[in-house]
Structures are given as C-alpha cells and as structure tokens.
C-alpha cells in the first residue's frame, strides 16, 4: 500500500523527487556501462570507485522513488546523494576543472539537499 499522507507531500517536492531520481537513474546506469566514464574515472584519479559511485546512484534514485511508498528511505536518499554529489564537486575541483565543469555536481548538491530539508519541514514521519 501507498503512504496514506502521501497527497500531502508537495506539487514541488513530487516534481524534485521525479526529476532528481531520473537523473540519477541515468548517471549510474552511464557510470556502469558507459566507456567514457570509465575515462572519466581515472582523470578523477578514481578508477576503483566507478561502480561504486554507479550503484550508489542507482539506489540514491531508487530511495528517492520511495518516496510514494515509504517516505524515510526518500530522507535518507537526498541526503546521501547530496553528500555524493558534494564529494563530485570537490573532486572535480581538486582536479582544476573549474566551476563551470564542476557545476553539475554542485547543482544536485543543492537539489538534493533542498529535497532533504523539504521532507524534514513537511514532518510527515
């Protein structure tokens, strides 16, 4: 069965829930499968973490799914993919590819964070 207070979740927190799940979905399918991610990887001095970083994203968007469901694992996906993404943003700056290169990353930081602090406000647990 479906969360009962789901109808009160919010129009913006469905559509950044949707959005941000979707997006992961597709960067962890592409850091499994992908050949330039594994180039990717190790310009990031990060070879051995490909899959890992790929699995995490897959159950990043997953949890963030559950959110129709089971509203906690969505809390605990934000956050960790929030914590992820800060990590990709480090890296990518610790490696000089600048802000701009690096802004991806801290886009869905803050997206994932303002989902977490969303839910947190919403007190529907």
């Given at each position: ?6 109808i009160?979740f919010s ?23 992908a050949?330039?991610?594994v180039?990717?990887?190790k310009r ?9 970083n ?9 949890g ?5 469901y089971q509203?906690?694992?969505a ?5 960790g ?9 480090l890296?990518?700056?610790?490696i000089?590819d ?12 803050v997206?994932?964070?303002t989902?977490l ?9």
């Open positions: 069965m479906g969360n009962p207070n789901l009160a129009f913006e927190i469905k559509v950044l829930v949707i959005f941000s799940s979707v997006s992961f979905l597709v960067f962890g399918l592409s850091c499994l499968f050949p330039y991610m180039l990717e990887f990031y001095g990060l070879a051995n973490f490909r899959t890992l790929g699995l995490l994203q897959i159950l990043g968007a997953l963030l799914l559950l959110l129709f509203p906690i694992f809390l605990v996906a934000s956050g993919l929030g914590i992820l993404m800060v990590l990709g943003f890296v990518r700056l610790k000089k600048g802000f701009v290169k690096s802004f991806p990353a801290f886009f869905y930081a997206l994932n964070f989902i602090f969303l839910l947190i406000k919403e007190d529907l647990w």
